[in-house]
């Protein structure tokens, strides 16, 4: 019981250090002293000091005898750590962080649907299959929670199904972009159906092996995705607007966007 209490003061510790780091108000180059840290949060020092582990563990501080600890510029930090890009968007700098995210996701997320449709396993093809149809049932109820869970599980699966290591240990940030869109108040209060629409183009484009048509309905997902988190109003405009058919012969939405391709559904 002693150990889970320590654990929850350096976990708030390290999570209000980290907020007041990427928000600027503790700056690089500030020096932070353990004492003075022991009375600001009213913890032991031994709390303050598996705190300042932790955020040295993410490059945001470092810590030198006579020197003390220091906060350390943003070159330093692992910006891809879930937890650092929850903070960021948290503070003042979150439409740079959105754009960087968006950014990274046009780069990558495409690449890995061209790829999972040259790679992925039966299993993975029926993982992403599944995940698109909670997507459909949790989008028409409006949760919002269940359909980030199942979004999440889409995601990574494809990742991994591109047989990529490397893009494959990036789906946290994917997951910490996903959340930070949901808990942020970014997403509408029932999911766009053109974006489930263009899951299920992806789903069904990797598993028949249509490498082209699984990047290009994964660009349409990054792509609204971006457009909503920095300007919702005109991602609702956006998502209304005709699109071109897809691999599944559908057309984008014109008012209403159609359901998920049958094959995807069962319907």
């Known amino acids: 019981m002693v150990r889970d209490s320590q654990a929850g003061l350096h976990g708030s510790v390290v999570d209000r250090l980290g907020v007041q780091i990427t928000s600027g108000a503790a700056p690089a180059g500030e020096v932070l002293r353990i004492e003075q840290l022991e009375a600001r949060f009213g913890v032991s020092r031994s709390v303050v000091r598996e705190a300042i582990r932790v955020l040295e563990s993410m490059g945001m501080v470092t810590s030198r005898r006579r020197v003390g600890i220091t906060v350390a510029p943003r070159h330093c930090w692992n910006l891809f750590d879930p937890q650092i890009i929850a903070w960021r968007l948290d503070g003042p700098g979150r439409d740079e962080q959105l754009r960087e995210l968006g950014e990274l996701r046009r780069g990558l997320e495409p690449v890995a649907a061209h790829l999972a449709a040259l790679r992925a396993t039966p299993a993975q093809c029926g993982t992403l299959t599944g995940a698109v149809m909670q997507m459909a049932v949790h989008g028409k109820s409006g949760d919002l929670e269940a359909y980030l869970e199942a979004d999440v599980l889409f995601h990574r699966t494809l990742l991994e199904a591109s047989g990529n290591e490397m893009m494959g240990a990036l789906s946290g940030v994917v997951a910490a972009v996903l959340a930070g869109r949901t808990h942020h108040h970014l997403m509408p209060a029932r999911p766009e159906p053109a974006a489930i629409r263009w899951h299920a183009e992806v789903a069904q484009a ?61 319907s």
């Open 206 to 266: 990797v598993q028949a092996g249509d490498a082209a048509a699984a990047e290009r309905a994964m660009r349409d997902i990054v792509d609204e995705a971006t457009r909503a988190m920095l300007d919702p109003a005109d991602a609702s405009d956006a998502s209304g607007a005709s699109r071109a058919p897809g691999p599944s012969g559908a057309s984008g939405p014109s008012g209403a966007a159609p359901p998920p391709p049958p094959s995807i559904l069962g």
